[in-house]
């Protein structure tokens, strides 16, 4: 069997229909695919619209457990997996038509890559607007699609990359023990670093395969940034502890110090949004992200990100105006504030 495509399902019973149709409206053959519904518990009528279509196909499978979080849910989708690859969808996004087909001959093509990274089409739930969105911006790195990469030449050039824009090789997962971070918000920015170190090779593929709805009803993240902030600084820890385990020499070490870079600026520039008892959490952790800021832009210059050194730079200096600095960043580049 060619994929194995995990859905984790909470509270969708608006979205997860048009989810699964995206997918079992694909041009390819059944036998060679299998859908993993993975029921976090939902209490909504989720997965009775699940059931409905499971009467219809054959390799549409659902597993149920208590409420465990996103995390937990791709988990246990991934240990019952059967497909030579793995793609982690969400239950109120789609894929595009033609996606299997293509991704199939895409892997066939490059048997020893064990990650595959994929453009995305993002879909403003409000307006409808389609807007594609490069895995890395192509007019800079187009040199880097089709072919495959490894973590030194790919780090820096995408930093929140959710774990749905790859396919993942199964045998590579499970092999290297990769696994999601359990009970955390961002647990794609602590398993995609992971995962792009220990690949045999990441291919890009310049073509937007996933499509994700902007839904109008907003963030969580907005709404939790006290956890979120919390959970960036397990983020931290983790990767600094599998970067001590895992490193050889300095450029494996600077790979790790790049993305807890990033991990620091995101949390200095956030702190405006939280409340007493999270500004006491950052305070009382300054020096360490001062110290993983010093470390970072030494990592920094040693790939010659130039623009990170220089979005850093004044935000480790100055962190009482990093608040300042990340909102402005956010409208020079069109982003969400608060994101």
């Known amino acids: ?78 240990a019952v997996a059967k497909g030579d690859y793995v793609w982690f969808v969400d239950s109120d996004d789609t894929v595009e038509a033609g996606s299997l087909e293509r991704l199939h001959r895409i892997a ?4 020893d890559t064990d990650m595959f990274g994929l453009n995305m089409m993002s879909i403003d739930e409000a307006t409808g607007a389609e807007t594609e969105q490069k895995i890395v911006p192509k007019h800079r790195h187009d040199y880097l699609y089709g072919r495959t990469s490894g973590p030194r030449q790919l780090v820096g050039r995408f930093v929140k990359t959710p774990v749905q824009r790859f396919l993942f090789k199964r045998e590579f997962l499970l092999g290297r023990n990769l696994s999601f971070y359990p009970g955390i918000y961002h647990e794609d920015e602590e398993f995609v670093p992971r995962a792009v170190f220990l690949a045999n090779g990441v291919r890009l593929v310049d073509n937007a395969s996933y499509r994700y ?31 001590r385990t895992h490193s050889r020499c300095y450029a494996d070490r600077a790979f790790f110090d790049f993305y807890n870079f ?32 010093v470390r970072g832009l030494f990592a920094s210059v040693y790939f010659g990100l130039w623009r990170q050194v220089m979005k850093g730079l004044p935000i480790m200096l100055f962190p009482s105006l990093a608040s300042f600095i990340g909102v402005l960043c956010c409208k020079l580049k069109g982003e969400p504030i608060g994101r």
Do not use: W
């Open 1 to 78: 069997m060619f994929l194995s495509i995990i859905i984790p399902v909470y509270s969708v019973e608006r979205y997860v229909r048009h989810t699964l149709d995206s997918i079992f409206s694909q041009d390819f053959c059944g036998d060679d695919f299998e859908v993993i519904v993975v029921d976090d518990g939902s209490p909504d009528k989720s997965v009775d619209i699940v059931e409905e279509l499971a009467a219809h196909y054959a390799n549409l499978n659902i597993i149920r457990q208590k409420n465990k979080g996103l995390s937990c849910a791709r988990n246990a989708g991934l």
């Open 108 to 111: 066939a093509e490059s048997p």
């Open 262 to 293: 990033m991990m620091v600026i995101r949390i200095l520039s956030d702190k405006k949004n939280v409340n007493d008892d999270t500004h006491r959490l950052i305070k009382s952790k300054m020096s360490l992200l001062r110290h993983l800021s």
């Open 213 to 243: 709805l902007v839904r109008s009803s907003g963030s969580i993240m907005a709404s939790r940034s006290a956890k979120k902030i919390a959970d960036q600084m397990k983020i931290l820890d983790s990767l600094t502890a599998f970067s």
